[in-house]
């Protein structure tokens, strides 16, 4: 994004113009931006020639999932609903992974008569579940482990998800008993070594931690797995002070550890794919005096961007046009919703706002509109998509009695 005349453009797009003409707010996503994503993973990882399969939690839009599939990449899905919609957008079965600590049986039988690549299990009892379906079907059916490494990865606690506290995977003691568990069983196949530390990680050093122990318990197992599974988490840059994660470092230790391991990396990528192609456009419907700072109350809510309000996330606020005269008092920009958490951001010296001026509130590409609802009976916003040179509207504004 650049000012032009101290306008905002995305994409050579006047976002004022895009504001006036599709009303806010609204989600504006760069095709272009999605692409040279893309490009800059597998330029960072070509020596090592990994599965990318794509977090589908982090954007579902079809529009977007039609394009992943464009690029070659594969699927990471957490649900039955997530599969179906890789499934439509022509994703190669084979290159789909169901991740997820509560597969229901409707789920796993879904995802065996899909024939997908593998099925990641996180427990004990999903196993037997998995077990129990593929042998009423009289099938064999490839399967990963989830190892917890217990591995902190120096992120926001509510998205860590390798520490021995959190939910997901299993301890290093019960999984290698379920190895030998699998090996007794006739319609189960273990190819794959699952694992996953966490989400928005900005430094590689947690990455490396996580290899040694995934090192350790392959020695331990005596296992030869045909697949790593090494998860995403790949963070960005949401303050825009070039605060990123080295990726050449994280690939350098995967060569190191495929040195010794032979098997095929797969990586789960979704806010590192799609998080900065993305924004929202939002309209000052007022602005509220207050004590000690002015609220600036926007057209855009938490149900419509949930993540400052669910762990506290802080994303930029820019104005689309650019003045040089500053508030003297900083802004509180929140939202209409009935709730204190509906704030996105609290900003000193930010410049003079009138009501009605346009801003858009930077990389929300990835768990925007995903994790969007439709509470305090809002409507969930439209969605566009900047595709070579042309605005595509790839999902429609809901309206009310859409929810009625």
């Known amino acids: ?3 032009i005349k101290n306008k905002l453009s995305i994409d050579r797009f006047d976002i004022s113009n895009i504001a006036k003409k599709y009303k806010t707010p609204l989600y504006c996503y760069s095709l272009k931006k999605i692409r040279e994503n893309i490009q800059t993973f597998k330029v960072n990882f070509n020596k090592i ?3 990318i399969c794509y977090a589908v939690k982090a954007n579902s839009n079809l529009a977007i999932l039609k394009e992943i599939k464009k690029n070659n990449l594969g699927a990471d899905v957490v649900s039955k609903g997530e599969l179906i919609k890789v499934l439509k957008a022509g994703i190669n079965s084979k ?3 169901f991740s997820g600590v509560g597969k229901t049986s409707e789920e796993i ?3 065996i008569n899909k024939n997908i690549l593998l099925i990641n299990a996180e ?5 037997l579940e998995i077990q129990k379906i593929a042998k009423k079907k009289n099938k064999i059916v490839d399967i990963g482990i989830r190892l917890n490494p217990n591995t902190d990865a120096k992120t926001l606690s509510q998205i860590s998800t390798g520490k021995k506290e959190n939910k997901f995977g299993v301890s290093q003691k019960i999984f290698l008993q379920l190895i030998k568990m699998i090996k007794k069983s006739k319609n189960l196949n273990l190819k794959c070594l699952s694992v996953h530390i966490g989400s928005q990680i900005l430094n590689h050093k947690p990455y490396q931690k996580m290899l040694e122990v995934v090192n350790k318990i392959i020695k331990l197992s005596n296992c030869n797995f045909e697949y790593v599974d090494l998860g995403g988490g790949m963070g960005i840059d949401y303050n825009h002070d070039n605060s990123k ?3 050449k470092k994280y690939s350098q230790s995967i060569e190191k550890f495929l040195k010794i391991n032979n098997c095929k990396i797969i990586f789960e990528p979704g806010r590192s794919i799609v998080g900065n ?3 929202l456009i939002t309209k000052v419907i007022y602005i509220k005096e207050g004590f000690k700072k002015d609220f600036v109350i926007l057209d855009a809510a938490m149900n419509d961007l949930m993540r400052p309000a669910l762990y506290g996330a802080k994303h930029k606020i820019i104005p689309l046009k650019k003045i040089n005269k500053k508030s003297k008092k900083s802004y509180e920009f929140v939202g209409p919703i009935c709730e204190s958490t509906d704030t996105f951001a609290t900003i000193k010296n930010y410049q003079k706002l009138n009501e009605k001026d346009y801003l858009i509130i930077c990389d929300v ?3 925007g509109m995903s994790l969007a609802s439709n509470y305090n009976a809002r409507p969930k916003p439209l969605e566009i998509l900047i595709k070579n040179s042309k605005i595509h509207i790839i999902n429609k504004r809901q309206k009310i009695s859409d929810l009625i």
């Not at 427990?123 to 196993?127: G, R």
Request: zero cysteines.
């Open 1 to 3: 994004m650049i000012y």
């Open 109 to 111: 039988e879904y995802a």
């Open 49 to 51: 020639n990994p599965l």
């Open 245 to 247: 994660l080295d990726l």
């Open 277 to 279: 192609s993305g924004v």
């Open 365 to 367: 590409g990835a768990y």
């Open 95 to 97: 290159k789909i992974v």
């Open 123 to 127: 427990s004990k009892s999903e196993i």
